[in-house]
């Protein structure tokens, strides 16, 4: 059981990037699924979750710039990040949270059970 994720790269400030989150051994479309970030000497934080029903939900940080959305069908789901900024430069992790309900979308690193391994995103100035 594990999770894959991908689509990290260099970019300059004001590109996209999509990055993408494969389950496999099991199916996670009953998971919640979120996104975390760490950056170099700080702590990992909570980017954007997404519920199995679809609820979504947003660091201030990225409202408006970032979407996560799920694709049951493949057993995956995705961050689409837009206008990029040079502070949006981590490791960025996807996890999933195998107790949550529809509508639960944890923010906490502790409710996560399941992580993949990180894709490196960076934003140059």
């Known amino acids: 059981v594990q999770l894959q994720a991908s689509g990290g790269g260099l970019v300059q400030a004001g590109d996209s990037l999509r990055l993408s989150c494969v389950g496999s051994g099991r199916t996670f479309s009953n998971y919640g699924m979120g996104w975390f970030r760490q950056a170099p000497g700080k702590e990992r934080e909570f980017v954007a979750g997404i519920s199995w029903y679809g609820r979504t939900l947003y660091a201030d940080s990225v409202k408006g710039r970032f979407t996560s959305s799920r694709d049951n069908v493949k057993n995956s789901v995705n961050l689409q990040m837009n206008s990029l900024k040079p502070e949006d430069t981590a490791v960025y992790y996807c996890?999933?949270?195998?107790?949550?309900?529809?509508?639960?979308?944890?923010?906490?690193?502790?409710?996560?059970?399941?992580w993949g391994q990180g894709t490196q995103v960076t934003v140059s100035s």
């Open positions: 996890a999933a949270d195998i107790t949550s309900d529809a509508w639960a979308v944890p923010t906490a690193r502790n409710e996560y059970h399941i």
